[in-house]
């Protein structure tokens, strides 16, 4: 072979590289793309079973702001919160808490809270509660969870939010005191959290800046 085809050689196969790279890394923007898109509608289906679509008319994904570490959110790290906002007025905010204390262990939930401080809804993302009794916790196997629907610090007075084996407003779960009492703990400290923070909650910057 001579210098000439080794030459020619060589320059296709760096063009095949160039190439194949090149494509690769174009499948892994398109691919990287897709799975955010899906990501954000699978938050957005999430984040409409606490704040109807015909609420608010801004992006809810997009529309966030980072909270800080805080005893009433119960997180050990920054999480993000969603703003509802229709005309440019507050609607609602969707945070991420944590109950730390339910039988198995922590128990996340997502708790959205109207601008007047009545809670929108609430909802376990994840727990390792007892299958059968603590697990009702969950939406889809018991409607328990909706009794935080429209309730705020007043209603009941805060005295009140607790379960009703203490003396309380709320419902405990049949065989099951200890998660549905961790979790109205847990509740009551968003509503105090939103209390605190409200206006900071709804401006560009974090609450704790």
Request: charge should be neutral.
């Amino acid at each position: 072979m001579t210098k000439h085809h080794i030459l020619i050689a060589g320059f296709l196969l760096s063009a095949f590289a160039a190439t194949g790279t090149g494509l690769v890394a174009l499948t892994n923007q398109i691919t990287a793309t897709r799975i955010q898109e899906n990501e954000n509608q699978s938050l957005l289906q999430q984040l409409l079973q606490l704040v109807p679509a015909s609420s608010y008319d801004n992006d809810l994904v997009q529309d966030k702001i980072l909270l800080n570490r805080d005893a009433n959110l119960g997180n050990s790290e920054t999480v993000t919160a969603y703003r509802a906002r229709k005309l440019q007025q507050p609607v609602a905010v969707i945070f991420p808490i944590t109950a730390p204390d339910g039988y198995s262990g922590e128990i996340h939930l997502l708790v959205g809270i109207f601008a007047d401080g009545t809670i929108a809804g609430t909802r376990v993302i994840s727990h390792k509660e007892t299958p059968g009794l603590g697990d009702k916790i969950e939406v889809a196997r018991h409607p328990w969870i909706l009794g935080f629907n429209q309730k705020s610090l007043t209603h009941p007075d805060a005295a009140q939010w607790l379960v009703k084996k203490d003396g309380g407003y709320f419902d405990q779960l049949t065989g099951a005191t200890i998660t549905p009492r961790a979790i109205v703990k847990a509740v009551k400290k968003s509503l105090l959290y939103f209390q605190q923070h409200r206006e900071a909650l709804f401006e560009e910057r974090p609450p704790h800046e």
